[in-house]
């Protein structure tokens, strides 16, 4: 049989070089049997003798010069544990040597020339059968899958750069640190799980399997450290069904380790096989495994991004764009967005705080608003363009994209940049959003009676938008009052009985002194000097009587008025919403005042808020808590708001500042 194999050895060099290691070195390297190691252990490892049977020498003398304090006994109990690792290494150091003795031979051009004269003298006869015989070998033992029949022709021009055969060789090599100290050495590997698999995957690369009994696995990240000697035997059968386009039933968990193989380079080195093994799996078990489609088509772009593919790689990328939820709302609702919920606009609703009109109108308010985005969406359509373009910015982004997430990867590999589309909302979305909500409670407001409103930039809204969004009610109330004021009414006629108008004017004694003083106080504080210059304007002995007003006194007192308009104006004693003040500013003691003017700026922080509460014996959340009651009452919303490390005035009551420096001035 040895000449057999010896005559075909120029063209199947790897038969004859197994054949001529053996008959070599058989006697002298034979491979190790576990059960051998076991027993001399537990009988002789006092000795060593199962460490130098292994070819741990140094170690196993150790043992031999101190088998006399028994320690070495019970060490090599222990050592017991280890017999079936180091029985795999060293036959795996054997296997080694065959492999370079073939490519020494290989390589060896005057032994492959012996080789050839010896074939030549072969007899005709015997040369087919016995080269038949040989083909037959190595095809059972090395060649049971084709990669041509495999690699699709879209990923055949794939090629796998060096770097992956590198991080996949460190793993093979495992480089072992090593420290010496005179004698002996010590060697220690670190590892892990990850890179045991793939250490497995490439001794079992070409392990062939024979047909035996599925045995049912199911495991969440499967390796082969996992599966027991019965199903390692299924897999192996099940693999290279599949390598031979037999896509057989299996459990999934199978399936997913020969996916690591593949996604590790361990398997097979090239990057087309690899790629293209995937998507064929993929496609044959989707229907049986649904969820396989998630984990594959990711992986499968995450593959073809490492290897620079990124226009093949896009058309695997599942990742979708960055759109934002109300982007999608509006396009599926183009032509009613008053349909989409207002869940979808709160986000880009801002500085805006709930009042208690708010709490207690919100569907009105809510309907109003959706009114106005449909009224904001006809003019700019009348203006040819588009809402998404008016409200939404496209951008490519770049992003860190994490690869082979949830695989068991052993090897080196690094994150790659890959650009995604992002959809950003733009200001005038954000600024016409908050407006166009302040707008509606400020409608509702006035529809239900309530005077005081909340500020709006109109400017960012479309023009006369106010006026559109009121009810067709309001706006006949608007228009009638109007034509009224402008066209007036006819003087009714004096009544026959009725006693002629007297020239006496009866005035509000309370009233007058109330004005008098404001004046004084504005005088005073634009005009100190002459601020004692000013005369009463009525007689107050007697708040009753009935008296004339001197022309002089009258004038002199509206041109005093006049003079101070700005001032006044400022404090807003003759507003409207004078009345809303008015019960705040009653309700407030001379400390939450003097707080309130600190806000000048609208922002104080913390600390500076907090001294002043300490120094008025008072801590700084009783103080918030009982200015923003008193405004929640009188004003239907609170005043202060606080922040991790600042505390701000709401911006719609920025000018109470204003009312409480008049009020304090006054008195």
Not at 17 to 23: F, L, T, V
Request: hydrophobic letters at 35%.
């Amino acid at each position: 049989m040895t000449e057999g194999i010896r005559v075909t050895a120029n063209k199947y060099s790897y038969a004859f070089c197994i054949n001529q290691y053996y008959i070599k070195t058989w006697r002298r390297n034979p491979l190790k049997n576990k059960r051998t190691g076991y027993l001399l252990a537990l009988f002789l490892g006092v000795f060593g003798a199962h460490l130098f049977y292994y070819k741990k020498y140094v170690r196993a003398t150790l043992y031999l010069l101190f088998f006399w304090t028994y320690v070495p006994i019970l060490l090599g109990w222990i050592d017991m544990l280890f017999i079936k690792k180091w029985n795999e290494e060293i036959n795996n150091n054997i296997l080694g040597e065959i492999e370079k003795t073939v490519n020494a031979y290989e390589d060896d051009g005057a032994e492959k020339s012996t080789l050839k004269k010896e074939t030549e003298h072969s007899k005709s006869s015997d040369k087919t059968t016995k080269r038949q015989k040989v083909e037959s070998f190595l095809k059972e033992s090395f060649e049971f899958y084709n990669d041509k029949d495999i690699i699709l022709e879209e990923f055949n021009h794939l090629t796998t750069p060096n770097d992956i055969v590198e991080s996949v060789s460190e793993v093979k090599s495992d480089t072992e640190n090593t420290y010496k100290r005179n004698s002996p050495t010590i060697q220690f590997t670190v590892s892990n799980s990850q890179k045991e698999f793939v250490k497995n995957s490439l001794k079992f690369a070409k392990k062939r399997g024979k047909q035996t009994k599925e045995i049912p696995f199911s495991s969440y990240w499967p390796t082969f450290s996992s599966l027991n000697d019965r199903q390692l035997k299924w897999y192996f059968y099940w693999r290279e069904q599949v390598l031979n386009n037999n896509y057989i039933d299996v459990d999934l968990s199978y399936i997913f380790i020969f996916v690591y193989e593949l996604l590790n380079y361990s398997f097979n080195s090239k990057a087309a096989f690899n790629i293209s093994m995937l998507v064929r799996l993929m496609e044959n078990y989707e229907d049986r495994f649904p969820e396989i489609n998630k984990y594959l088509t990711e992986w499968i772009a995450d593959m073809l991004y490492e290897l620079g593919e990124t226009d093949l790689a896009a058309q695997w990328d599942t990742t979708e764009d960055r759109i934002p939820p109300l982007y999608n709302e509006i396009q599926h609702n183009k032509d009613s967005l008053n349909s989409i919920s207002i869940t979808y606009w709160k986000p880009y609703l801002k500085n805006y705080r709930e009042t208690e009109f708010f709490k207690q109108n919100k569907n009105k308010i809510y309907n109003k608003f959706k009114q106005g985005i449909v009224t904001v969406q006809k003019r700019i359509n009348d203006n040819s363009e588009n809402v998404l373009n008016e409200w939404f910015e496209q951008r490519d982004r770049r992003i860190v994209r994490d690869l082979y997430q949830s695989a068991v990867m052993g090897r080196r590999f690094d994150p790659v940049h890959v650009y995604v589309k992002e959809y950003r909302p733009t200001d005038k979305l954000t600024e016409m959003v908050s407006n166009l909500f302040r707008l509606s409670e400020n409608i509702v407001r006035s529809e239900s009676g309530v005077k005081r409103e909340i500020k709006v930039d109109d400017s960012v809204l479309p023009e006369n938008l106010k006026n559109d969004l009121l009810d067709s009610k309001d706006r006949f109330k608007m228009v009638q009052s109007k034509e009224q004021s402008s066209k007036g009414s006819s003087i009714p006629k004096k009544p026959a009985n009725e006693e002629p108008e007297s020239n006496i004017i009866n005035l509000n004694w309370e009233e007058i002194k109330r004005k008098e003083k404001e004046l004084d106080v504005l005088q005073n504080a634009i005009e100190p000097s002459t601020a004692n210059d000013i005369e009463p304007i009525v007689d107050k002995t007697d708040k009753n009587a009935v008296t004339s007003l001197d022309e002089t006194n009258n004038d002199s007192f509206f041109s005093k008025e006049k003079s101070d308009h700005a001032s006044i104006t400022a404090m807003g004693i003759f507003n409207d919403v004078d009345e809303d003040y008015e019960g705040f500013l009653d309700s407030l003691n001379s400390i939450e005042k003097e707080f309130v003017l600190m806000f000048e700026s609208s922002i104080v922080s913390f600390e500076k808020a907090a001294a002043f509460a300490k120094n008025n014996g008072m801590m700084l959340t009783v103080l918030l808590t009982a200015i923003n009651e008193k405004a929640n009452e009188n004003l239907e919303d609170i005043l202060f708001e606080e922040d991790s490390d600042e505390v701000r005035i709401i911006k719609d009551f920025q000018d109470v500042i204003d009312y409480v420096r008049g009020d304090l001035i006054e008195n």
